[in-house]
């Protein structure tokens, strides 16, 4: 709070605390380099910020579920970043079947008990799962259809067309342009995270998923990194070789590092090219009830089939109270599409009609349905793929924004690890760290107090950094400060050769 | 003989002690052989609390993350108790100590709902010439701020550490009295948040094996 010099000397610095950058600081601080972790933003709110303003930031960034077996949960478990979080299961995926919301059946035992599948059906579904499950070793199964579409390959297995629908829309969740091995890549990805933790493929973290960013800072501060939030880089230094060699923060600090690694909305526009395409159409919306009230405060997936464009679904999350996002017997909803409009309320309209009571409250059979208590729409410009361009400095390396219109996070770890080894090819990547409870001090005569403290922290002081030199020279700051790269004014963007 | 696990978290501005406090005091009352050391999110220490409990006390110090102007949920998630500290030879620190208890506020409370019991603690008392914060300052801020209470505290001479934990101790033992009830009745009424650990009977990572 008050302010403090940081140390001069970094081995990297990141800029941006997005879940991939988040994770990345990890890694680094759990090898033993130095960290240095800034943030233009007060992400995790102020002492005065409010705290539902603070919290729609955090829903703003992202939504997003994580399978059960996907990679995000296999790093958090490994890396032991778990033990910050709490999760919730998505509690049931339900889909649109002729116009009636209908729990998907995915599992063996969600098979038998549907009531929406005929006997005939339960076999040819349950055949079909088995198969898909372990898909790779009966290629002779898919060979036909491997250049093909999973639509047309689904059809070619005499699923029914409710089958097939539950197969293509809820379980794998693609459309119909997927290819037939993506599909079942993805229809297994959802067989396997079943029943890791109950009968669910999906895990939902309490409090949202921008938890996840402030367990990997936890992890990443724990290990010695340095973090600064409302603190951001004005400048890049470069060094004779055209690679980078440190920054300087808003704060007017030269800091030296090795490497840089910023979300793309940190570095100069030449710096970086946007791979991923097009637009996403989001909403937010607090509501009374569920769209499919039940005796549980389920946590509900939907992926939402429109009618006038079918290769754009919308992703509906509605979580309740419980999962710490709203306040009690309120609902929140989330709604994400891939889009190419300016208008979300537009592009969205069509959940809304169908789900949700009008605002006027109109007609009777609209009675039962969720009231919008709270609404709130944006369109964000897909950054989840991003490449630097020629123009960029050497060493320094971009990491997504985040934020894509798919449904799990998974996409966020190995991107990181790419990161990770692109600085150190022979690192572990996020190993399990020591235990704590390793070191145990026992009490055993609780009024032992043993005299003669340690001399080394007679000092009293925290912070072996303080006692360092706070700076080089004035001299040399300003030699190096003729080197630098102007980052947001245009005018000085060359860079000066000495 | 039970066991009860009580998480106490120390905030404040940055330099103000907190990482020798808790060094002195996990130190001072073992052997001389203990260091702060990285990548270990608390220091355990257990004590004996009478012939059938033990206690035991994690101590999490706030790591590189004091530069933040605020901590994330995860840091104080589930505290029992927690200290403020702030420098007295440097006025600032007293001030901002109020920022650091409305964070704590804002973020994190115990499972009644009740704020989390926090006492204030004024280090450096030892450097009297230096000294930028008054006796009656601090009892109006702590009166005004809903500190539970506050001490001088001097990590350097070894001054009043083992007696401001202890007096935390008690109110988190009482507390937990009064809780314990509470949570058993919590507990069979909330759907169970999950956590997830290496034994939680999920399959080792690298299984493909499909369910």
Redesign the interface.
Known sequence: MSYEELPNEFDIVLLGTGLVTTITAAAFSRIGLKVLHLDRNDFYGGPFANFNLEAIETWKKRNQVMYCCGDIIELLIKSDVARYCEFRTVSRVLTLLKDKLEPVPCSRADVFASKIVSLIEKRLMMKFLQFAADFENHPEEYEDHKNGTFKDFLKSKKLTPNLQHFVQHAIAMVDDSCSTEDGLTKTKKFLTSLGRYGNTAFLFPLYGSGELSQAFSRMSAVFGGVYCLMETATHILADNEANCCGIITSKGQKISCKYLIAESSYLPSNYVQRLSQGKISRAIFITDTSIEPSSDEDLTLLNFICKEDQSRPVTVLEIPSSACVCPRNLYVVYLTRKSDSDDPKEDLREVQDRLLASIDGASSDEESRPHILWSMYFTMEDWSEVSMTEEALGRVMVSSEGGDAGIDLDKCVPEAKQLFHSVCPDEEFLPTPPNPEDIIHVDDTESAVVSGAAGDFEQGNEDPEDSQQTGPDSSEVVNEESKCEEKDSEASNDKVEQ | MTEVLFKVIIIG???V????FV??Y??????????M?????????????SEKCNIKLQLWDI???E?????????Y?DAHACLVMFDLT?K??FQ?SV??K??LD?KCTLMDGSPVPCLLLA??CDDIERREVTQDEIEDLCKEHDFLGWSETS??D?LMI?ESMGFLIEEMMAKHAELEGFSESFQTN??S??????D?G??P??S????
């Open positions: 501005d940055p330099t002690g907190k990482t020798s060094q002195k996990v130190n001072d009352s073992f052997r001389g052989d203990y260091k050391t990285i990548g270990v999110d608390f220091a355990l220490k257990v004590i004996k609390w790591a590189g993350q530069r933040f102007t605020s901590m994330t949920r995860v840091y998630k440097q600032s620190t901002n920022k650091w409305k964070d804002q280090n450096k990590v350097k070894g083992e909330t759907s948040a999950l956590k997830l650990g290496k939680d999920a399959k990572s690298g493909n094996c499909p369910c």
